[in-house]
């Protein structure tokens, strides 16, 4: 950490110099987790059994007001998170996340990069390795571009696009994920909040042997679905000063698009996913900093026509709880 921390300390010294603002925050967070991935602590054993484990987020960030033309701004942000578990110290990692973003009364647009080095999934076993139980990994880049135009006082209508490549590494069937994604959003934000939403995206994510098979000829399995998710977030207003809270539902249906045989990729063949989440978060702003109680329940079902068991494998709840402190935006003006 840091190492993280001084790489956010040269990043706000060196593009600081002629700018006039620049906001600067830190937090951490202590979340407990009852099912994270499907993974199995430090001992790998087989059937995979999902355990609870304690995670812990520490992030900074810094925001730099770059230019001011006319009545538009442009910020440039730099967000470092690292995420650690109790239990689970494989999926232990690093987030690294720039922003521009463009404002202007009435609307914004943002484009994110979000870059991970090295994420643990869960230990995997493979047929040509002697069913030997390795974490597999991956690299993962995700770009969203945002966008938000306010038609009347209050009301916004957003969009998002996204694109997400993954990097698998050798111990893992299923390689090099490709996901492009569109979402569009209504949001009230005055007496109260209210922000319904739709999202559909589509992934390619197969896998292939190291002997010259490509992604379109190989006999591994094949991940790729296409995905529809309903959501609905609702709050508080402007009316308590400090004070916010949010409640979010989701309804996401994954329809996995593999054509394989069934004796070939029996996980994926005719499975359809349904999930049910349901989020909320309570904060409150005190002078030098600002608290958050969060909370979520998901929920997992799975079926498929040809593998009756599916539910009992890739089925499963999950319940997560935590508390974050972040202090208070700083800001540096000149």
């Given at each position: 950490?840091?190492?993280?921390?001084?790489?956010?300390?040269?990043?706000?010294?060196a593009?600081?110099?002629?700018?006039?603002?620049?906001?600067?925050?830190?937090?951490?967070?202590?979340?407990?987790?009852?099912?994270?991935?499907?993974?199995?602590?430090?001992?790998?054993?087989?059937?995979?059994?999902?355990?609870?484990?304690?995670?812990?987020?520490?992030?900074?960030?810094?925001?730099?007001?770059?230019?001011?033309?006319?009545?538009?701004?442009?910020?440039?942000?730099?967000?470092?998170?690292?995420?650690?578990?109790?239990?689970?110290?494989?999926?232990?990692?690093?987030?690294?996340?720039?922003?521009?973003?463009?404002?202007?009364?009435?609307?914004?647009?943002?484009?994110t990069?979000e870059?991970?080095?090295?994420?643990?999934?869960?230990?995997?076993?493979?047929?040509?390795d002697?069913?030997?139980?390795?974490?597999?990994?991956?690299?993962?880049?995700?770009?969203?571009?945002?966008a938000?135009?306010?038609p009347?006082?209050?009301?916004?209508?957003?969009?998002?696009?996204?694109?997400?490549?993954?990097?698998?590494?050798?111990?893992?069937?299923?390689?090099?994920r490709?996901?492009?994604?569109?979402?569009?959003?209504?949001?009230?934000?005055?007496?109260?909040?209210?922000?319904?939403?739709?999202?559909?995206?589509?992934?390619?994510?197969?896998?292939?042997?190291?002997?010259?098979?490509?992604?379109?000829?190989?006999?591994?399995f094949?991940?790729?679905?296409?995905e529809?998710?309903?959501?609905?977030?609702?709050?508080?207003?402007?009316?308590?000063?400090?004070?916010?809270?949010?409640?979010t539902?989701?309804?996401?249906?994954?329809?996995?698009?593999?054509?394989?045989?069934?004796?070939?990729?029996?996980?994926?063949?005719?499975?359809?996913?349904?999930?049910?989440?349901?989020?909320?978060?309570?904060?409150?702003?005190?002078?030098?900093?600002?608290?958050?109680?969060?909370?979520?329940?998901?929920?997992?079902?799975?079926?498929?026509?040809?593998?009756?068991?599916?539910?009992?494998?890739?089925?499963?709840?999950?319940?997560?709880?935590?508390?974050?402190?972040?202090?208070?935006?700083?800001?540096?003006?000149?």
């Amino acid at each position: 950490m840091k190492n993280v921390f001084f790489v956010l300390f040269l990043f706000v010294y060196a593009i600081s110099f002629g700018f006039d603002r620049i906001s600067v925050e830190s937090g951490f967070g202590v979340f407990l987790d009852t099912n994270p991935y499907s993974l199995s602590g430090k001992d790998v054993d087989f059937p995979l059994r999902p355990v609870g484990d304690t995670r812990t987020e520490s992030f900074a960030r810094t925001g730099i007001r770059a230019l001011r033309f006319a009545r538009t701004s442009m910020y440039a942000n730099l967000e470092l998170k690292y995420i650690g578990y109790a239990v689970n110290t494989s999926r232990a990692h690093a987030e690294i996340s720039p922003k521009i973003v463009l404002i202007r009364p009435g609307a914004w647009l943002s484009l994110t990069y979000e870059f991970i080095p090295r994420i643990a999934i869960r230990p995997v076993a493979d047929e040509d390795d002697d069913y030997i139980y390795r974490f597999s990994e991956y690299a993962s880049n995700d770009f969203l571009l945002h966008a938000a135009v306010r038609p009347v006082e209050n009301l916004w209508y957003e969009t998002e696009f996204r694109y997400t490549l993954d990097y698998y590494d050798k111990n893992f069937l299923e390689y090099d994920r490709t996901l492009r994604g569109v979402a569009v959003f209504l949001r009230y934000d005055g007496a109260f909040y209210l922000k319904p939403g739709y999202g559909y995206s589509d992934a390619d994510c197969r896998g292939y042997d190291t002997q010259g098979e490509t992604k379109s000829a190989s006999d591994d399995f094949d991940a790729s679905f296409e995905e529809d998710e309903f959501s609905l977030t609702v709050g508080n207003g402007n009316s308590v000063a400090g004070f916010d809270f949010r409640l979010t539902g989701k309804y996401t249906l994954r329809y996995y698009t593999s054509e394989k045989p069934p004796d070939r990729d029996p996980i994926h063949s005719t499975r359809k996913d349904t999930y049910y989440t349901l989020s909320g978060s309570l904060s409150y702003a005190l002078p030098f900093c600002a608290l958050e109680l969060s909370s979520s329940y998901e929920k997992r079902a799975s079926e498929s026509e040809v593998n009756p068991e599916i539910e009992a494998i890739r089925g499963y709840n999950r319940m997560t709880i935590g508390i974050a402190v972040a202090t208070n935006e700083i800001f540096l003006q000149k």
